[in-house]
């Protein structure tokens, strides 16, 4: 069964560092998301992104954050001066529509920033 | 804003018993809703979903939840526990139009033996 994978499963930074978080979506899907969770809090939305482009972010996706798709397989999630509260797991997560549609989560990339 | 309630962090039962996973949101407007769960070191896998079909929804593993518009609920339930049903579960909303899912805190459940 097609899968979402994200790499690297963990990841210790220092502050101020930037760090780049890969997922590799269902391959027939057209419609990417990074979702994040705090340890002890919420999954959160971060960002969506569709046709090249973002098509939704939350107010949590500030110019530290930004996403590229750099070929046709990989989705990646860029923070670009981590601070300690970016300490997080996040998760990729893929879907072949959007309204309604499945979202479909990789494990998850463990971010602890130092 | 949307917003999902989950009540009770931590749910235990026995196995064999009824299992029942609260879940509430707060849209006006009947949303799309899913219940996710999470085994330990995984990601999250989609257990069932309403997107305005039957108010009665099967998912996978035995598990079922009921839409109650009049109560903005989606409780999530499972007849028999079994160990494996150990897990966090998360109950999660988007809106019509939207695209991203807004969770509720999650519902680690433990099943004693």
């Known amino acids: 069964e097609p899968e979402v994978t994200q790499t690297p499963s963990h990841q210790v930074t220092q502050m101020g560092q930037e760090v780049i978080l890969r997922c590799v979506p269902i391959?027939?899907?057209?419609?990417f998301y990074w979702y994040r969770q705090i340890l002890g809090q919420k999954v959160e939305f971060l960002v969506s992104?569709?046709?090249?482009?973002?098509?939704?972010k939350s107010e949590i996706f500030d110019d530290q954050f930004s996403v590229e798709r750099p070929d046709g397989s990989n989705f990646t999630l860029k923070i670009r001066s981590t601070k300690l509260e970016d300490s997080a797991m996040y998760f990729c997560a893929s879907s072949a529509s959007w309204e309604g549609e499945t979202q479909y989560f990789g494990p998850g990339t463990r971010l602890l920033v130092l | 804003a949307q917003s999902v309630t989950q009540l009770g962090s931590h749910v235990s039962v026995s196995e064999g018993a009824l299992v029942l996973l609260r879940c509430n949101y707060s849209s006006s407007v009947p949303p799309y809703l899913f219940w996710y769960v999470q085994y330990p070191n995984q990601g999250l896998q989609l257990l069932l979903k309403?997107?305005?079909?039957?108010?009665l929804v099967k998912g996978i593993n035995g598990f079922e939840a009921e839409f109650k518009k009049s109560e903005t609920s989606f409780h999530l339930t499972k007849p028999s526990a079994h160990m494996s049903d150990a897990a966090e579960y998360f109950c999660?909303?988007?809106?019509?139009?939207?695209?991203?899912?807004?969770f509720g805190q999650g519902t680690r459940l433990t099943i004693n033996p």
């Open positions: 992104f569709y046709n090249n482009e973002i098509s939704e």
């Open positions: 391959s027939n899907h057209l419609y």
């Open positions: 309403y997107t305005s079909a039957a108010t």
């Open positions: 999660a909303v988007s809106d019509a139009g939207a695209q991203k899912l807004v």
